[in-house]
Protein backbone atom coordinates (compact mmCIF):
# COMPACT_ATOMS: atom_id res chain seq x y z
CA UNK A 1 0.00 0.00 0.00
CA UNK A 2 1.19 3.39 -1.41
CA UNK A 3 0.75 6.09 0.93
CA UNK A 4 -0.02 9.60 -0.83
CA UNK A 5 -1.31 13.15 -0.12
CA UNK A 6 -3.35 15.59 -2.15
CA UNK A 7 -3.56 19.09 -1.43
CA UNK A 8 -6.90 20.61 -1.73
CA UNK A 9 -6.33 24.53 -2.84
CA UNK A 10 -9.87 26.73 -2.40
CA UNK A 11 -10.08 30.37 -3.30
CA UNK A 12 -14.03 30.73 -2.44
CA UNK A 13 -14.57 33.93 -0.31
CA UNK A 14 -18.19 32.93 0.32
CA UNK A 15 -19.34 31.30 3.63
CA UNK A 16 -20.74 28.02 2.80
CA UNK A 17 -18.76 28.48 -0.85
CA UNK A 18 -19.31 26.76 -3.51
CA UNK A 19 -15.35 26.70 -4.60
CA UNK A 20 -15.40 24.37 -1.55
CA UNK A 21 -17.43 22.44 -2.37
CA UNK A 22 -16.68 21.58 -5.88
CA UNK A 23 -13.06 21.28 -4.39
CA UNK A 24 -14.23 18.78 -1.75
CA UNK A 25 -15.81 16.79 -4.78
CA UNK A 26 -12.92 16.77 -6.52
CA UNK A 27 -10.81 15.66 -3.65
CA UNK A 28 -12.94 13.04 -3.17
CA UNK A 29 -13.36 11.68 -6.59
CA UNK A 30 -9.40 11.10 -6.65
CA UNK A 31 -9.16 9.70 -3.59
CA UNK A 32 -11.55 7.38 -3.67
CA UNK A 33 -9.94 6.44 -7.34
CA UNK A 34 -6.82 6.16 -5.12
CA UNK A 35 -7.80 4.02 -2.51
CA UNK A 36 -10.01 1.64 -5.38
CA UNK A 37 -6.25 0.98 -6.55
CA UNK A 38 -5.05 0.36 -3.26
CA UNK A 39 -3.24 3.53 -1.76
CA UNK A 40 -3.43 5.55 1.51
CA UNK A 41 -4.76 8.76 0.66
CA UNK A 42 -4.59 12.26 3.26
CA UNK A 43 -6.38 15.17 1.81
CA UNK A 44 -4.69 18.59 3.03
CA UNK A 45 -7.21 21.03 2.71
CA UNK A 46 -5.59 24.55 2.07
CA UNK A 47 -8.85 27.50 2.50
CA UNK A 48 -7.37 30.43 0.81
CA UNK A 49 -10.21 32.91 2.86
CA UNK A 50 -8.26 31.88 6.04
CA UNK A 51 -4.84 32.74 4.72
CA UNK A 52 -5.84 36.11 2.90
CA UNK A 53 -3.50 38.53 5.09
CA UNK A 54 -0.69 36.21 5.45
CA UNK A 55 -0.66 35.95 1.56
CA UNK A 56 -0.73 39.93 1.26
CA UNK A 57 1.75 40.07 3.99
CA UNK A 58 4.06 37.55 2.17
CA UNK A 59 3.40 39.41 -0.81
CA UNK A 60 4.70 42.52 1.03
CA UNK A 61 7.42 41.24 3.11
CA UNK A 62 8.83 38.24 1.07
CA UNK A 63 8.53 36.12 4.26
CA UNK A 64 5.06 33.66 5.28
CA UNK A 65 3.88 33.28 8.63
CA UNK A 66 3.83 29.88 9.65
CA UNK A 67 0.47 28.72 8.96
CA UNK A 68 1.37 29.99 5.87
CA UNK A 69 4.24 28.27 5.26
CA UNK A 70 2.61 24.90 6.41
CA UNK A 71 -0.01 25.57 4.05
CA UNK A 72 2.92 26.05 1.15
CA UNK A 73 4.75 23.06 2.65
CA UNK A 74 1.30 21.02 1.91
CA UNK A 75 0.80 22.31 -1.35
CA UNK A 76 4.30 22.05 -2.27
CA UNK A 77 4.62 18.82 -0.72
CA UNK A 78 1.85 16.61 -2.08
CA UNK A 79 1.41 13.85 -4.51
CA UNK A 80 -1.06 15.80 -6.61
CA UNK A 81 -3.26 19.12 -6.10
CA UNK A 82 -6.73 19.80 -6.30
CA UNK A 83 -6.80 23.73 -7.23
CA UNK A 84 -10.05 25.32 -7.64
CA UNK A 85 -11.22 29.47 -7.83
CA UNK A 86 -14.38 31.16 -8.30
CA UNK A 87 -14.21 32.91 -11.52
CA UNK A 88 -14.65 36.83 -10.92
CA UNK A 89 -14.02 39.39 -13.56
CA UNK A 90 -13.44 36.02 -16.23
CA UNK A 91 -10.28 34.84 -14.56
CA UNK A 92 -9.01 33.40 -11.57
CA UNK A 93 -10.16 35.10 -8.38
CA UNK A 94 -7.04 37.35 -6.84
CA UNK A 95 -6.66 35.43 -3.62
CA UNK A 96 -6.01 32.16 -6.04
CA UNK A 97 -3.34 34.12 -8.57
CA UNK A 98 -1.50 35.91 -4.72
CA UNK A 99 -0.95 32.42 -3.58
CA UNK A 100 0.72 30.94 -6.18
CA UNK A 101 2.27 34.10 -6.68
CA UNK A 102 3.93 33.24 -3.31
CA UNK A 103 4.49 30.05 -3.78
CA UNK A 104 8.21 29.03 -5.86
CA UNK A 105 8.65 29.10 -8.91
CA UNK A 106 9.80 25.90 -9.24
CA UNK A 107 8.29 23.64 -6.61
CA UNK A 108 5.42 23.00 -8.96
CA UNK A 109 7.43 21.15 -11.68
CA UNK A 110 5.84 17.93 -13.14
CA UNK A 111 3.29 18.19 -10.55
CA UNK A 112 -0.41 16.73 -11.26
CA UNK A 113 -2.99 19.48 -11.17
CA UNK A 114 -6.67 19.01 -11.12
CA UNK A 115 -8.05 22.68 -11.71
CA UNK A 116 -11.65 23.51 -11.29
CA UNK A 117 -14.12 26.68 -10.93
CA UNK A 118 -16.95 28.16 -9.96
CA UNK A 119 -19.22 30.84 -11.64
CA UNK A 120 -21.74 33.17 -12.25
CA UNK A 121 -22.41 31.97 -15.42
CA UNK A 122 -21.29 28.77 -17.35
CA UNK A 123 -20.38 31.24 -20.59
CA UNK A 124 -17.43 32.09 -18.35
CA UNK A 125 -16.61 28.48 -18.29
CA UNK A 126 -13.56 28.98 -20.57
CA UNK A 127 -11.64 31.26 -18.13
CA UNK A 128 -10.34 27.49 -16.81
CA UNK A 129 -8.65 26.90 -20.27
CA UNK A 130 -7.83 30.65 -21.10
CA UNK A 131 -6.12 31.74 -16.94
CA UNK A 132 -5.97 29.38 -14.90
CA UNK A 133 -4.68 26.90 -16.87
CA UNK A 134 -1.80 28.80 -18.42
CA UNK A 135 -0.83 29.30 -14.62
CA UNK A 136 0.17 26.07 -14.01
CA UNK A 137 1.44 25.70 -17.26
CA UNK A 138 3.88 28.41 -16.82
CA UNK A 139 4.96 27.15 -13.22
CA UNK A 140 5.45 23.37 -15.49
CA UNK A 141 3.16 21.38 -13.57
CA UNK A 142 1.19 18.62 -15.38
CA UNK A 143 -2.94 20.22 -15.78
CA UNK A 144 -4.83 17.39 -16.59
CA UNK A 145 -6.70 17.37 -19.84
CA UNK A 146 -10.14 17.45 -17.64
CA UNK A 147 -10.80 20.67 -16.01
CA UNK A 148 -14.02 21.32 -14.32
CA UNK A 149 -16.82 24.54 -14.26
CA UNK A 150 -19.68 24.52 -12.04
CA UNK A 151 -22.55 27.13 -12.19
CA UNK A 152 -25.34 27.41 -10.16
CA UNK A 153 -27.98 25.30 -12.35
CA UNK A 154 -25.10 22.01 -11.93
CA UNK A 155 -25.74 21.60 -8.33
CA UNK A 156 -28.89 20.02 -7.40
CA UNK A 157 -29.04 21.26 -3.67
CA UNK A 158 -25.50 20.95 -2.92
CA UNK A 159 -24.84 18.02 -4.92
CA UNK A 160 -23.25 17.15 -8.46
CA UNK A 161 -25.17 15.61 -11.00
CA UNK A 162 -25.94 14.67 -14.70
CA UNK A 163 -22.63 15.96 -16.56
CA UNK A 164 -20.88 17.81 -13.64
CA UNK A 165 -20.95 14.51 -11.63
CA UNK A 166 -19.56 12.90 -15.16
CA UNK A 167 -16.62 15.38 -15.37
CA UNK A 168 -15.88 14.97 -11.33
CA UNK A 169 -15.28 11.80 -11.67
CA UNK A 170 -13.36 11.63 -14.72
CA UNK A 171 -11.09 14.40 -13.63
CA UNK A 172 -10.96 12.22 -10.56
CA UNK A 173 -9.39 9.13 -12.62
CA UNK A 174 -6.83 11.73 -14.31
CA UNK A 175 -5.39 13.00 -11.07
CA UNK A 176 -5.33 9.40 -9.79
CA UNK A 177 -3.76 8.16 -13.04
CA UNK A 178 -0.77 10.81 -12.93
CA UNK A 179 -0.38 10.34 -8.98
CA UNK A 180 0.22 6.85 -9.44
CA UNK A 181 2.28 7.09 -11.94
CA UNK A 182 5.18 9.00 -9.96
CA UNK A 183 7.19 8.05 -6.78
CA UNK A 184 5.49 8.94 -3.66
CA UNK A 185 6.34 12.77 -3.21
CA UNK A 186 9.14 13.29 -0.41
CA UNK A 187 7.85 16.30 1.16
CA UNK A 188 8.41 20.05 0.07
CA UNK A 189 11.88 21.08 -1.58
CA UNK A 190 14.40 22.70 1.20
CA UNK A 191 15.31 26.07 -0.11
CA UNK A 192 18.23 26.27 1.84
CA UNK A 193 19.61 22.71 0.82
CA UNK A 194 22.51 22.89 -1.03
CA UNK A 195 22.84 21.78 -4.37
CA UNK A 196 26.77 21.52 -4.66
CA UNK A 197 28.25 19.00 -3.01
CA UNK A 198 30.08 20.93 0.56
CA UNK A 199 33.23 18.99 -0.34
CA UNK A 200 33.43 20.67 -4.09
CA UNK A 201 32.54 24.54 -2.67
CA UNK A 202 35.35 23.74 -0.33
CA UNK A 203 38.00 22.93 -3.21
CA UNK A 204 36.65 25.32 -5.38
CA UNK A 205 37.62 28.28 -2.80
CA UNK A 206 41.44 26.73 -2.58
CA UNK A 207 44.04 28.06 -4.98
C1 LIG B 1 -16.07 40.59 -7.91
C2 LIG B 1 -16.78 39.42 -8.53
C3 LIG B 1 -16.61 39.17 -9.87
C4 LIG B 1 -17.24 38.07 -10.47
N1 LIG B 1 -17.05 37.85 -11.81
C5 LIG B 1 -17.60 36.76 -12.38
C6 LIG B 1 -17.38 36.49 -13.77
O1 LIG B 1 -16.71 37.21 -14.48
N2 LIG B 1 -17.93 35.36 -14.29
C7 LIG B 1 -18.71 34.51 -13.55
O2 LIG B 1 -19.17 33.51 -14.09
N3 LIG B 1 -18.95 34.75 -12.22
C8 LIG B 1 -18.43 35.86 -11.64
N4 LIG B 1 -18.63 36.10 -10.31
C9 LIG B 1 -19.45 35.14 -9.53
C10 LIG B 1 -18.59 34.13 -8.75
O3 LIG B 1 -17.64 33.50 -9.58
C11 LIG B 1 -19.47 33.04 -8.18
O4 LIG B 1 -20.45 33.62 -7.36
C12 LIG B 1 -18.64 32.01 -7.42
O5 LIG B 1 -19.24 30.75 -7.57
C13 LIG B 1 -18.51 32.31 -5.94
O6 LIG B 1 -17.81 31.29 -5.32
P1 LIG B 1 -17.93 31.00 -3.74
O7 LIG B 1 -19.33 30.52 -3.46
O8 LIG B 1 -16.94 29.94 -3.48
O9 LIG B 1 -17.60 32.29 -3.05
C14 LIG B 1 -18.04 37.21 -9.70
C15 LIG B 1 -18.21 37.48 -8.32
C16 LIG B 1 -17.57 38.54 -7.75
C17 LIG B 1 -17.74 38.80 -6.26
Do not use: C
Not at 71 to 95: C, E, H, K, M, R
Not at 139 to 168: H, K, Q, Y
Request: aromatic share 6%.
Amino acid sequence: MTRRTLAVVSAGLSQPSSTRLLADQLAAAARDELVRRGDEVELRVVELRDRAHDVVNNLLTGFPSPELRAALDAVTGADGIVAVTPIFNASYNGLFKSFFDVVDAQALVDRPVLIGATGGTARHSLALEHAVRPMFGYLRAVVLPTSVFAAPEDWSGGTAEGALRARIDRAGRELADQVDRRPPATGPADPFALTTDFAQLLGSREG
